[in-house]
């Protein structure tokens, strides 16, 4: 499969504190992207960041991307109730141009 | 951002019966637009690449006399899921580059 992966697959936090979630993949990628997906509805693009970039900040989120180890990393600082929703990973492979998602992770934020 | 509208957002029909969802880009041109399928609580999967003026290229395992694909115009695409069957039952969501990937409200279809 083609598929990255992430980890964890689901997680549960209190209100304010921080929230982790990462992602590997396989193929080489010319950027990765972070989307949100509520219940049942489509996604939301959050962050974008190049292949030649190693740290990306936007608002209360900041990614990391490691390419020797085809890894990235997503924060959500001081996460809130309505952070809850499923985290997506998707990479844009170099070769096929299409975009590749991982296999998500699902945070529920408790107030 | 870009916006991409699908139609109808929800879907319910027999055994046996053909469907048509549609995937617009509202405020930009498209020549590429990509259809996914998802199942409950799992990740987005690749099922073809649509693209204007030529025919779709699928993803290995998807059935193209199953998902019919017809990118008619720079704004529109459609998914056609003929002879659906319960197992059919999934929400599909669609996207189009502008230049990254903007994606559709999705739609669910329930195949009774």
């Known amino acids: 499969s083609q598929q990255g992966e992430e980890d964890p697959q689901a997680l549960s936090i209190q209100e304010g504190e921080n929230a982790t979630m990462n992602c590997s993949y396989k193929?080489?990628?010319?950027?990765l992207q972070w989307y949100r997906q509520n219940s049942g509805r489509g996604l939301v693009h959050l962050i974008l960041i190049r292949s030649n970039e190693r740290e990306k900040h936007s608002g209360r989120l900041r990614v990391t991307l490691d390419t020797s180890k085809k890894s990235s990393s997503l924060l959500i600082t001081a996460s809130r109730a309505a952070d809850t929703a499923s985290y997506f990973c998707a990479t844009d492979d170099y070769n096929t141009d299409k975009l590749i998602f991982g296999t998500g992770t699902r945070l529920q934020v408790f107030p | 951002g870009a916006v991409v509208s699908q139609h109808p957002s929800r879907v319910i029909c027999k055994s046996g019966t053909s469907v048509k969802i549609e995937c617009r880009s509202l405020?930009?041109?498209?020549?590429?637009m990509f259809w996914y399928r998802q199942f409950p609580k799992k990740s987005l999967m690749l099922m073809a690449t649509?693209?204007?003026?030529?025919?779709?290229?699928?993803e290995q395992g998807v059935e193209k006399d199953k998902f019919l694909i017809n990118h008619a115009s720079l704004t529109l695409s459609t998914l056609t899921v003929t002879s659906a069957h319960p197992e059919d039952s999934s929400f599909y969501i669609c996207s189009a580059r502008y230049p990254e990937q903007f994606f559709g409200p999705g739609t669910r279809l329930t195949v009774l």
């Open positions: 649509s693209n204007e003026g030529s025919k779709a290229t699928y």
């Open positions: 405020d930009f041109q498209a020549t590429t």
């Open positions: 193929t080489s990628i010319n950027n």
